[in-house]
């Protein structure tokens, strides 16, 4: 394959990748991306230099530093493949789920929905990543065992409409326990491994510690519910007996 001609220059560069021109002498400066090509003392970038610079704001957006990103860098290579493993370690845990596809009438008909709620609740469940529009009347169900436990809320006299919002709530304080979590993991472990200088020996550990992460924060969560669902309960009876 042909190599691309470098004519960008470092003003259409920032522009391409969306970076300060300052931002990319220091990248250059610390190594991070490789150096222009100089003609006529005007420096030129090429297709390499934006997709290095895509690549760090992908880095910096998931929380890694500079220095960690010159880690990963120096050594890339080796690095791509432990670092891709680590991805899919934070975003998709080994036991995830895989998801299902269903037409809008096998959802009516599963959940027992008709008429105009039947496309605000389809509406309201999109808008929480419940389920995700394919178009055509389809829709992936990225969690199926999300929409057993609605069929079950229905089943038990709940309404379907009560148990979306009661889920809305839910994953509203489950974002703020999940992000307490994450900041253990990132104050105990990662950042002692990035101050190591992120060795190759440790890599599968840091994985494994995530794995660990999501089982003790999924056991933890369980624990606490049931305990807070319990003591909900017996307060909701003690405040009318009549109804125990």
Same mark, same amino acid.
């Not at 400066?29 to 006529?40: C, F, N, S």
């Given at each position: 394959?042909?190599?691309?001609?470098? +004519?960008?220059?470092? &003003?259409?560069?920032?522009?391409?990748?969306?970076?300060? $021109?300052?931002?990319?002498?220091?990248? @250059?400066?610390?190594?991070?991306?490789?150096?222009?090509?100089?003609?006529?003392?005007?420096?030129?970038?090429?297709?390499?230099?934006?997709?290095?610079?895509?690549?760090?704001?992908?880095?910096? +957006?998931?929380?890694?530093?500079? %220095?960690?990103? @010159?880690?990963?860098?120096?050594?890339?290579?080796?690095?791509?493949?432990?670092?891709?493993?680590f991805r899919a370690s934070?975003?998709?845990?080994?036991?995830?789920?895989?998801?299902?596809?269903?037409?809008?009438?096998?959802?009516?008909?599963? /959940?027992?929905?008709?008429?105009?709620?039947?496309?605000?609740?389809?509406?309201?469940?999109?808008?929480?990543?419940? /389920?995700?529009?394919?178009?055509?009347?389809?829709?992936?169900?990225?969690?199926?065992?999300?929409?057993?436990?609605?069929?079950? %809320?229905?089943?038990?006299g709940i309404s379907l409409?009560?148990?979306?919002? %009661?889920?809305?709530?839910?994953? &509203?304080?489950?974002?703020?326990?999940?992000? %307490?979590? $994450?900041? /253990?993991? $990132?104050?105990?472990?990662?950042? *002692?491994? *990035?101050?190591?200088?992120?060795?190759? &020996?440790?890599?599968?550990?840091?994985?494994?510690?995530? +794995?660990?992460?999501?089982? /003790?924060?999924?056991?933890?969560?369980?624990?606490?519910?049931?305990?807070?669902?319990?003591?909900?309960?017996?307060?909701?009876? &003690?405040? +009318?007996?009549?109804?125990?």
């Amino acid at each position: 394959m042909a190599a691309v001609p470098a +004519d960008l220059t470092i &003003e259409e560069l920032a522009a391409e990748s969306g970076m300060t $021109v300052r931002n990319i002498r220091a990248h @250059q400066a610390r190594g991070l991306i490789a150096p222009p090509e100089v003609r006529m003392r005007v420096g030129y970038y090429g297709t390499e230099h934006v997709a290095a610079l895509r690549l760090i704001r992908e880095l910096q +957006d998931d929380g890694f530093n500079l %220095a960690a990103i @010159q880690q990963l860098l120096s050594n890339r290579e080796r690095t791509d493949e432990r670092f891709a493993r680590f991805r899919a370690s934070l975003t998709r845990p080994a036991d995830a789920e895989r998801p299902q596809t269903f037409t809008a009438a096998q959802l009516r008909e599963r /959940l027992g929905m008709s008429g105009t709620e039947a496309e605000q609740l389809l509406a309201h469940a999109q808008r929480l990543g419940v /389920l995700v529009y394919l178009g055509e009347q389809r829709y992936e169900v990225p969690s199926p065992s999300v929409l057993a436990l609605a069929e079950q %809320a229905v089943a038990s006299g709940i309404s379907l409409a009560g148990a979306v919002d %009661a889920f809305e709530r839910t994953q &509203e304080h489950i974002d703020a326990v999940a992000a %307490a979590f $994450v900041r /253990l993991f $990132v104050a105990d472990v990662w950042r *002692e491994f *990035e101050h190591a200088g992120m060795p190759i &020996e440790r890599w599968p550990g840091v994985n494994e510690a995530i +794995d660990r992460l999501r089982r /003790l924060a999924t056991a933890a969560v369980s624990a606490a519910f049931e305990r807070r669902l319990s003591a909900r309960i017996d307060d909701a009876f &003690e405040l +009318d007996p009549e109804r125990a």
